[in-house]
């Protein structure tokens, strides 16, 4: 029998949560096969079997969690499968998910008893589980947004209300247990749910309110004509997606302004440190991604080495990762500035919140047309609302104001990103 632990993450991760089993007990698993989801303050990472064999036991279920080093699984290499199971080939779908006929979805053993349980097709469902898992959580979602009258009927004087509680674990500090509650007319609707906040979601929520608590933030805000920006884009981007074999974004040019207005005004790319602040002589800027688990930040390092082409080459890789649960912890690790486009998601107007220690972040919003004063005519301008927010114990706000003011006249005027004017 193999014991597998939990690995170490990193020096500052001590435990991690299990997100989802992707093999059941009982079930083979080639060597090198991924067979457990597990979940960190920092990232989501699957976990490769170190032998090939049968998953014996979990040792703890979904949603538990664990430390580092602790056992979470026995594998045995000379057993055989459970009846009914099969060794799997090296890259197959997870054994005891089902393909789902049309979209090639993979559902997962939850997520086939809640459809079983409700009559309902695993093609009406979207999945968005990583490698295209059609998973409980999908289900439960699609059921609650369902109209009432196509909901299946219950008589509520012959069925009590339903309280489904599926514990998870005898330990209830270290695990996680799914409580579901519908009314009394059974309208699922009007059902309830409730989670364990992820590791993640709880390591977010726990550094916006250590920033709004920690530091004196405020937020400034001025707007971009992109025009100028559009026509430099629309003209080269095929020459430039021919060249490099990337495409050309939006983001390399604020990356790239970011620097150039951080150089002007290092205290934000400083950092208090106690009673000292620490002013950096390089750029590192996260990058807010929309992750399988929600907003994360990679980090791209020395952004005032990289040409355009890095940086948009290095952004599609972490939006890959990103997009698969397989971001490294270390690649969100550190970063001296944040920049966060809310844009892409319709917001015209935010004010974000600083990630500590870091002492700016840049919000990013959408472009629309809007009518603009241009030497005493107005015309039609596609237009971005820009918001930077601050730590006011070490920016004042004349440098934010300035910070903003160097972005603007940057990309109304790209060609200062090329003569370093």
Do not use: C
Request: glycine share 8%.
């Amino acid at each position: 029998m193999i014991e597998i632990k939990v690995p170490a993450f990193g020096e500052s991760i001590q435990e991690v949560q299990i997100a989802q089993w992707l093999k059941k007990e009982g079930e083979w698993i080639e060597k090198d096969e991924e067979f457990v989801e597990l979940e960190s303050e920092k990232a989501t990472q699957a976990l490769p079997s170190p032998e090939a064999g049968v998953l014996q036991k979990h040792v703890l279920p979904n949603g538990a969690f664990a430390k580092v080093g602790e056992v979470i699984a026995i594998l045995d290499p000379s057993g055989k499968p459970a009846s009914g199971a099969v060794p799997s080939p090296p890259q197959a779908e997870s054994v005891g998910a089902t393909p789902i006929a049309g979209n090639a979805a993979i559902v997962m053993p939850a997520a086939a008893r809640v459809l079983h349980e409700n009559n309902l097709s695993a093609d009406a469902v979207t999945p968005t589980g990583p490698g295209n898992r059609l998973q409980k959580e999908d289900v439960l979602k699609h059921l609650a947004n369902k109209p009432a009258d196509m909901t299946p009927s219950t008589s509520p004087t012959s069925q009590p209300p339903i309280q489904a509680v599926v514990p998870v674990s005898q330990e209830p500090t270290r695990a996680s247990t799914a409580v579901v509650t519908t009314s009394n007319l059974g309208d699922a609707s009007r059902s309830e749910e409730l989670r364990p906040m992820s590791m993640l979601r709880r390591t977010i929520a726990n550094r916006l309110v250590e920033a709004q608590q920690t530091a004196a933030l405020l937020t400034t805000f001025n707007e971009i004509d992109m025009q100028p920006v559009m026509e430099l884009r629309s003209k080269y981007k095929d020459s430039f997606g021919e060249k490099h074999g990337v495409k050309l974004g939006f983001m390399s040019f604020f990356a790239k302004a970011t620097v150039e207005a951080l150089k002007r005004f290092p205290a934000i790319n400083a950092e208090v440190r106690g009673n000292d602040v620490v002013y950096r002589n390089y750029f590192d800027i996260g990058i807010a991604i929309g992750g399988g688990k929600g907003l994360i930040v990679p980090v791209l390092r020395n952004v005032e080495r990289m040409s355009f082409a890095e940086v948009e080459r290095t952004i599609g890789h972490f939006a890959a990762l990103a997009k698969d649960n397989k971001i490294k912890p270390n690649d969100l690790e550190g970063g001296t500035f944040t920049i966060s486009n809310g844009g892409v998601y319709g917001s015209l107007l935010s004010t974000p919140i600083v990630n500590p220690p870091q002492s700016g972040i840049l919000g990013l919003h959408a472009i629309q047309d809007r009518p603009i004063a241009v030497k005493g005519q107005v015309v039609i301008r596609p237009m971005m609302y820009i918001a930077l927010t601050y730590d006011h114990r070490i920016v004042d706000g004349r440098e934010a104001v300035g910070f903003l003011r160097t972005i603007k006249e940057v990309l109304e005027e790209p060609a200062r990103l090329f003569l370093e004017v």
